[in-house]
């Protein structure tokens, strides 16, 4: 299996101006990550357009998005934009897609909300389609990479079973303990057989509670009805002091292969102690 270097990446919830995204890009680039995300919700800015402002900001950074919902969109008309911004960021963009989970927002852009395995063959159709379109050398427009690196996020059977035959990037997305983590990057080996060694394993913190340990905000938003004793227990949340969140981190790493972090920029962590979170990580 080749060695891959450890990744960092920032997601960004955007629900200011553009201008404050792309000061949150400078930030990031600043205190040393690698990447960094916006998501795709109603509520917040738009996914793509300001990672073209902000990568013209954080010149060293890659951008992306965590994640996209593909049922949201069609395959060529992503295709298209997705394209425009790795053009724009002269190759450095790495697609982030979904299956989208959030049926309040689907009522509210007035599509409907389709089951599960509905959403995840939508979500198959985007990943093989737009890695087709942009492999084509004729495709206009033509993206800087052919193709953008794609990743994939998501939890479930099929879902992983899909990514390990086409994704380039898997991100775990779960609320679980540390042992479900294990048993999904397992399953994901299972499925990929040879093809395991050429993918990039991802997790994210959704809950970064360093500086506010009492803060599990961005938990309940996703799982509003969670006790708060099955929230602190949760994988995704990161906390304790700098050198015992570090820990964990290398542990994922050592232990699951896990080399991609994304982090969540929430209210209550600052930049000092992301930056000195990184450091005693590296």
């Known amino acids: ?13 955007g629900q200011g101006p553009v201008t404050e995204l ?37 010149p060293s950074l890659r951008v992306s998005n965590l994640v996209l919902n593909a049922a949201f969109y069609r395959p060529a008309l992503l295709a298209r934009d997705l394209a425009s911004v790795d053009s724009a960021t002269n190759g450095r963009l790495e697609i982030g897609l979904g299956a989208g989970y959030v049926e309040a927002e689907f009522a509210a852009a007035g599509l409907p909300f389709p089951a599960p395995g509905a959403r995840v063959d939508l979500l198959t ?42 994704a380039d990037i898997v991100a775990f997305a779960t609320m679980g303990r540390r042992e479900h983590l294990a048993e999904r990057i397992s399953y994901l080996k299972t499925q990929a057989g040879g093809r395991f060694q050429d ?29 708060e004793a099955e929230l602190r227990k949760s994988i995704t949340l990161l906390n304790g002091s700098v050198d015992e969140a570090a820990e964990i981190v290398r542990s994922l790493h050592d232990e699951l292969g896990i080399t991609y972090f994304t982090f969540s920029l929430t209210p209550g962590v600052r930049w000092e102690t992301l930056e000195k979170l990184l450091a005693a990580i590296k």
């Open 1 to 13: 299996m080749p060695i891959r270097p450890l990744r960092f990446g920032l997601a960004v919830l």
């Open 22 to 58: 792309i000061d949150h890009a400078r930030h990031a680039e600043a205190v040393g990550f690698d990447v960094i995300l916006l998501p795709d919700h109603l509520g917040m800015t738009a996914p793509l357009p300001p990672l073209v402002a902000m990568a013209q900001a954080a």
């Open 125 to 166: 159709e985007h990943v093989t389609e737009i890695k087709r379109l942009l492999s084509d050398p004729s495709h206009i427009p033509a993206p800087v990479q052919s193709p953008p690196p794609i990743m994939v996020a998501g939890i479930g059977d099929r879902l992983l079973a899909m990514a390990a035959r086409h």
């Open 199 to 227: 993918l990039e394993l991802a997790f994210g913190f959704f809950q970064t509670s360093i500086d506010t340990p009492d803060d599990l905000s961005m938990l309940r938003r996703i799982a509003p009805e969670a006790p």
